[in-house]
């Protein structure tokens, strides 16, 4: 069965650390990984996207990792700020054609205290 | 910043009541779609598009409907609303292949009481 699993499912870090979140998928076969940040009672809003031959992207502060022999990924989060605190959700497609579709995970929760 | 725009933002209607959620998007993106998310929970998909006349069910079983009869366009109309669809629904756009960017609007609250 096609899933994605996200650790931890929620966190809580001072203003200025890093922090890193974890995403595990079963999506075969896999096209590409997604980030996604999405504040309280917004739409998620794109951070990276790898395919299968990217094993790391950076946006500013935030870096994710690919392995895909593991099926893991990673974001992390560099010197964090307040408006940091939102759900980071784990997107993978498994699209190789227009018929394909994705998987989400169920987000985790970063909280940035000052 | 995405140019795809959901009204209303939030709507507390009665049962039985019909409801049309709009979404539209000046990207001139094909492919557009529906999700559901209940707070803390993954997004499912209920309905897509990929193009103008092509509307399709998604995986969450859904009694809303949805129309494609214009490229920047796609809204969904739920005609008996209950309160089991209290929901976050969010609209989402993306242009040709798989690996482009996917776009999601602010998302549309909807409560049945």
């Known amino acids: 069965k096609n899933q994605v699993e996200q650790s931890p499912q929620s966190l809580i870090i001072l203003e200025g650390k890093n922090c890193t979140l974890q995403c595990n998928y079963t999506v075969s076969p896999f096209s590409n990984l997604r980030w996604y940040k999405q504040d309280t009672g917004r739409g998620p809003v794109s951070l990276t996207i790898?395919?299968?031959?990217?094993n790391t992207k950076s946006n500013g502060r935030y870096t994710a990792t690919l392995d895909a022999d593991t099926k893991q990924s990673s974001l992390h989060i560099t010197a964090s700020q307040l408006s940091d605190s939102a759900s980071y959700i784990c997107?993978?497609?498994?699209?190789?054609?227009?018929?394909?579709?994705?998987?989400f995970g169920r987000g985790t929760q970063l909280t940035v205290w000052p | 910043e995405a140019d795809i725009y959901q009204t209303p933002r939030y709507l507390v209607i009665g049962t039985g009541k019909k409801i049309t959620l709009e979404c539209s998007q000046t990207?001139?993106?094909?492919?557009m779609y529906w999700y559901q998310q209940d707070p803390g929970m993954e997004l499912h998909l209920i309905h897509y598009s990929y193009g103008v006349n092509s509307t399709e069910k998604g995986d969450l079983s859904s009694e809303s409907t949805v129309s494609r009869i214009r490229t920047e366009h796609f809204p969904l109309t739920l005609e008996s609303a209950r309160p089991s669809h209290t929901s976050q629904y969010l609209c989402?756009?993306?242009?040709?292949?798989?690996?482009?960017?996917?776009?999601f609007g602010e998302g549309s609250w909807l409560t049945v009481v």
């Open positions: 790898m395919t299968f031959s990217e």
């Open positions: 990207m001139g993106h094909d492919k």
């Open positions: 997107v993978v497609s498994d699209r190789g054609s227009t018929l394909g579709r994705l998987y």
């Open positions: 989402a756009s993306e242009q040709g292949m798989d690996g482009n960017t996917i776009y």
